[in-house]
């Protein structure tokens, strides 16, 4: 069972695309997370230095007393008696009666007015903590906006700090919970003596961060799909024209060639494109076009050496024909056209209708001369299979090193016109093919005379033929200018 093929136009599509989104998608993840990681900085550094800064600001000798009098069992009593009451009074007679009330109320102004004149935090307190163990921490002091009896208030310990030692706070934490999106840091309050009473807590909102943080991931992922889609396109239409439908060409084109001795190139459908890229692909199409064409006269060689080695009589027989064929082109020879020319000079009866051709190649020289004899010995052949294909039922001879002669009978010298300017034609379109090597560009100027009822000898016709040439000659040099020469 054939496999089914894994086309190169998928492979190359599949390639692109995986690397246009790795590339597209990585680049804004490496944006979307460079940025994110700058802005957590700053905000982490932000809350720690304005934790570390108000520690320093408050007193810890007297947060030590504040806190053996708010851990009493009696301040807990009336603590618990004015949260239920709602009512303030009596936390301030017990500050008051302890010495402490003055010193609370400035530490509350300060958490306050730092508060007030520091934008971005949203909270800012100082906690009494436990060992590291604990699971609950109490509220020693905090904000004006919050009631007094708050103070001495046990609340369940931070997620972040259950288990740490209080010598060694975690560091800035970026956390979203019931207050919103929040960086909060914690830094120690010491006393005199270097006891650490307590920590202060810094709380900075970021919601409204989070919330940019969201739409800037939406702008980069739909800038990164609208961009991969154009880059995408064009990739696509870049590749489709330069790689796929060249490919795509010569696969079907190849598909169409069947070699045989007895058609003609086009006939067997040797591979004709119109490719003129400059890169490997052209130079596969000349490969393949090329090879094609040598399969083609391989095959033509083939069956004339099958045909000449078939029976001794036939090999005699064509020993005498190659007195009078052209060793390289396999036409007739000189010799054969002065034969031919005598037989029709001698001829007593009425002349046959005929007319006479004369073709002379261009640039052999050069051929010759830049790329060896062998390329231009490639480059007669050429010319000369063109010659025989425009006229298959009249007898071409080589009359000279780059010269053919061709005697038009019967159905071609009726179409003598037609064929003569169809020859020209396929000449210059073959030059005109910048793209294949030079000694396949076949270029000749092709002229034409009729034999006239008072011409007594065939040279005359073709000595007008000749003239005939060389104003086609003439024509060519004045359209290619000097390529011809």
């Known amino acids: 069972m054939k496999k089914k093929s894994f086309s190169i136009r998928l492979k190359m599509y599949i390639f692109v695309v995986i690397t246009i989104l790795s590339v597209a998608f990585g680049t804004s993840a490496i944006a979307y997370s460079t940025s994110a990681d700058q802005i957590d900085r700053y905000y982490k550094q932000n809350t720690a230095d304005n934790a570390r800064n108000f520690a320093s600001m408050v007193d810890g000798d007297f947060l030590r007393e504040l806190r053996a009098a708010a851990e009493s069992e009696e301040f807990q009593a009336i603590r618990d008696q004015a949260e239920e009451d709602d009512d303030e009074a009596p936390i301030e007679e017990y500050l008051r009666e302890k010495g402490l009330w003055d010193r609370y109320s400035d530490t509350r102004d300060r958490i306050t007015e730092y508060l007030e004149n520091m934008e971005g935090i949203k909270y800012l307190y100082i906690v009494a903590h436990g060992d590291k163990d604990a699971e609950y921490d109490m509220y020693l002091v905090d904000e004006k906006e919050i009631p007094i009896y708050e103070t001495g208030y046990y609340e369940e310990r931070e997620v972040e700090l259950r288990g740490v030692d209080i010598a060694d706070l975690p560091e800035p934490t970026i956390s979203n919970g019931d207050w919103g999106w929040l960086c909060s840091d914690f830094k120690p309050v010491y006393a005199s003596d270097g006891e650490c009473v307590c920590i202060v807590g810094c709380d900075i909102g970021m919601d409204d961060v989070m919330a940019e943080r969201q739409r800037l991931l939406m702008i980069l992922t739909a800038g990164t799909v609208i961009f991969t889609s154009v880059i995408l396109t064009a990739a696509f239409v870049f590749i489709n024209k330069t790689v796929v439908k060249p490919l795509h060409s010569m696969t079907d084109e190849m598909k169409k060639f069947t070699p045989s001795e007895s058609l003609s190139y086009q006939e067997a459908g040797v591979m004709d494109l119109n490719i003129k890229s400059r890169d490997e ?165 092709v002229g034409m005379a009729e034999h006239a009822a008072d011409d007594n000898s065939v040279e005359l016709v073709f000595r007008r033929a000749d003239e005939a040439m060389y104003r086609d000659k003439a024509r060519i040099k004045k359209k290619y200018g000097m390529e011809l020469r």
């Not at 010319?383 to 038009?408: N, Q, T, W």
């Open 281 to 445: 692909i052209n130079e596969i199409y000349q490969g393949i076009r090329e090879m094609e064409i040598n399969i083609i006269d391989y095959l033509k060689d083939k069956q004339k050496a099958e045909n000449d080695l078939r029976d001794k009589e036939e090999q005699i027989d064509q020993l005498s024909i190659e007195s009078y064929k052209d060793a390289l082109t396999g036409v007739g020879n000189k010799a054969a056209y002065l034969k031919r020319s005598n037989e029709l000079n001698q001829q007593t009866a009425e002349k046959p209708e005929y007319a006479m051709v004369m073709v002379d190649i261009n640039n052999l020289k050069t051929i010759n001369d830049e790329y060896g004899h062998r390329s231009g010995d490639l480059y007669i052949k050429g010319c000369c299979h063109m010659i025989c294909e425009a006229f298959k039922h009249s007898p071409v001879y080589r009359i000279g090193g780059d010269e053919f002669a061709v005697l038009l009978l019967d159905s071609d010298y009726v179409n003598r016109k037609e064929l003569c300017e169809q020859l020209r034609e396929d000449y210059e379109r073959t030059y005109e093919q910048s793209g294949v090597s030079p000694w396949l560009r076949y270029s000749a100027a």
